[in-house]
């Protein structure tokens, strides 16, 4: 089946991007893709990373 998949392996951001990750989404839950694109640029990090960071923490709310 999906043997031949390759996947991608997890991302381990650094302390520092973590830092500013967790620090904008306490500021704000959405980004905008203007936004998105800001900050994955200044993290070095894609827009996907940064995505479904937000995605992973706006769950862990919902799960407090």
């Not at 996947?7 to 381990?12: D, G, K, L, P, V």
């Not at 967790?22 to 839950?29: L, Y």
Request: proline share 0%; charged share 30%.
């Amino acid at each position: 089946s999906n043997s031949n998949k390759i996947r991608r392996r997890r991302t381990a951001f650094t302390s520092e991007q973590l830092l500013e990750l967790e620090r904008e989404f306490h500021a704000k839950k959405y980004l905008s893709l203007t936004e998105r694109s800001e900050i994955a640029s200044s993290l070095n990090l894609s827009e996907v990373q940064v995505s479904k960071f937000f995605s992973s923490e706006s769950v862990g709310l919902l799960r407090k």
